[in-house]
């Protein structure tokens, strides 16, 4: 499950955003939604790659932000209904998971991992990272900000 730590540079993306707690599985939901609509997206980085980022987490509400969204190169255009988001540059510890368990995926990570890491979590967003592997068999890579505790 993890596979190492890694500096990352920051990326733009656009994409569709759901706020709310995933309860009644909107989060695949925003997926069926984003996906048929990534076509609408200029400039995109890579058109193989796709990333879910999370972030403003309220731990009294469990509320969060997700945005479903593609890496951009450049540009102000956004299509109708969709939201531009800034990744900076961070380090991440980053971890390999399978996509139906991915809940089971972060309850060991926060759980399991991070208490005996020497780690802890930084503030800024954290990313799902869909690349070619996904199309495969639904591999996805969760980076997590990070710095030395």
């Known amino acids: 499950m993890f596979v190492g730590i890694e500096k990352k540079p920051g990326f733009e993306a656009v994409g569709m955003k759901y706020r709310g707690k995933n309860e009644k599985n909107e989060?695949?939901?925003?997926?069926?939604?984003?996906?048929?609509?990534?076509?609408?997206?200029?400039?995109?980085?890579?058109?193989?790659?796709?990333?879910?980022?999370?972030?403003?987490?309220?731990?009294?509400?469990?509320?969060?932000?997700?945005?479903?969204?593609?890496?951009i190169d450049s540009g102000k255009d956004l299509p109708q209904g969709m939201v531009s988001v800034k990744v900076p540059d961070q380090t991440y510890a980053v971890f390999k998971a399978a996509l139906p368990t991915i809940k089971e995926a972060f309850g060991q990570i926060y759980g399991e991992w991070f208490p005996g890491s020497g780690y802890k979590r930084t503030p800024g967003p954290e990313f799902e990272f869909y690349g070619e592997e996904f199309g495969v068999d639904q591999t996805i890579y969760i980076y997590i900000p990070i710095q030395a505790d």
């Open 27 to 71: 989060v695949p939901e925003l997926w069926e939604s984003f996906v048929p609509r990534m076509g609408e997206v200029k400039n995109r980085a890579d058109m193989a790659v796709s990333y879910g980022v999370m972030d403003n987490s309220d731990s009294e509400t469990g509320e969060f932000d997700y945005i479903a969204c593609v890496e």
